[in-house]
């Protein structure tokens, strides 16, 4: 059986509600035999008698009743999803749902996010953290609606858009005696490197190799929080992105800058599905960050 029409639930409501032809065709703005003609055409799609009229009164069969009961609610909320998409700010597409990894969560994204609450008021945002390697994967089967990574990390038949571009700097305890810029002046020092799963490791390993350098590696860490703390207790020096030191610096916890002979420069994107519509909140989220 094909499905009724809204327009025939709608006239089936009204009569219902109003008792009456006549009333239901001047509630909803049809004539009396407009009205009669959706009635008779809904009765005949589910072959039941839905109204008996008694004079003037239109009054529910037991056919009728039982699908007022239950299409009410249906085309009651079928309306307030209707109105919803309708009013400004209260769509779909005033949900963000943003994927990152943890440093640049903590990083990059706090001071953007509260700027674009502020532009968007009733936002619905919700912030994802996971691994670089699964957040494009994530964009493609629609969990999130944009993810900002690292370049490297592409899903085939995804938008890409350039961000902002920062260089690596070696990182050193705040009293390191060291004052050099180049690479070759710390071949003696013990190194506390991101893991192979971070796209800095990847990217310092390719320009090492690249350059036929070598550091001392002594331990590999997923977590970057756990680099600068190890580093500033003087255990070991570092080569991470400038944004992920620079509270620390600021406050003299740690001393960072970039070498001249191994200048290293990770580029950060944001990733989307280009079938999706790109809703004014992601708009500006986009240029937020590249501001």
Known sequence: MSLPSIAQLQALLAVARCGSFSGAGRDIGLSQSALSRQ????EDRVG?????????????????????????PLVAELERTLGRLAAPGQGPDNRLRIGT???????????????????????DLQLVCAADDELAGMVSDGQIDVAIVDQDQQGQ????DELW????HLVLPAGHPGRSRSITSYAGERFLLPDERHVVRRLLDARLLAERRRVQVVASYTDISVIKALVAAGL??????????????RSGQLAAWP???MPVQRQIVAISDPRRETSPALGDLLSLLRG
């Open 39 to 42: 009635i008779l055409a809904l």
């Open 48 to 72: 039941s008698r839905l109204f008996d009229r008694l004079g003037r009164r239109a009054v529910p069969t037991a056919a009728g009743a039982f699908l007022i009961a239950r299409s009410g």
């Open 101 to 123: 990894s943890n440093s640049l969560a903590v990083q990059a994204m706090p001071a953007v996010l509260s700027n674009l609450s502020r532009r968007h008021r009733s936002l």
């Open 157 to 160: 038949g995804l938008r890409v």
């Open 165 to 168: 571009s920062e260089a690596l």
């Open 236 to 249: 070991g020096l570092s080569l991470l992105p400038a944004s992920t030191v620079r509270q620390e610096t």
């Open 259 to 261: 070498l001249v002979d």
